[in-house]
């Protein structure tokens, strides 16, 4: 069974960083899809930041030039910087790895960025 478990949520100020971890299953992350995604109080679950294997990332308006998302093919953990926070980022953060017709959640880390 894959296991995806984030950490590196917390309560920061707005204008503050974090820096979100998920390590992987070698099996999943050299060869799936990985991502970031993020739920808010009332709101869907909406898409942050992709990576491929080949490093192509793709990221939502609202985190463009804030947000960066990577991957350590070494160590097989999938990162998201998170600069310049603002309270309209609060939310909990979900890792995610799809492989094929697949896909895998973590349980979630929460970010609470104050005003």
């Known amino acids: 069974q894959v296991q995806l478990v984030e950490s590196g949520g917390g309560l920061v100020q707005a204008g503050g960083f974090l820096r979100l971890s998920c390590p992987a299953p070698?099996?999943?992350?050299?060869?799936?899809?990985m991502g970031w995604y993020r739920q808010a109080p009332g709101k869907q679950r909406e898409l942050v930041a992709t990576?491929?294997?080949?490093?192509?990332?793709n990221y939502a308006n609202s985190v463009k030039g804030r947000f960066t998302v990577s991957r350590n093919n070494v160590n097989n953990t999938l990162y998201l910087q998170m600069n310049s926070l603002k309270p309209g980022d609060t939310a909990d953060y979900y890792c995610?790895?799809?492989?094929?017709?697949?896909?895998?959640w973590g349980p979630g880390t929460r970010v609470t960025v104050s005003s």
């Open positions: 995610n790895a799809e492989r094929g017709f697949a896909t895998w």
């Open positions: 070698g099996t999943i992350f050299t060869s799936g899809l």
């Open positions: 990576i491929a294997t080949g490093g192509f990332t």
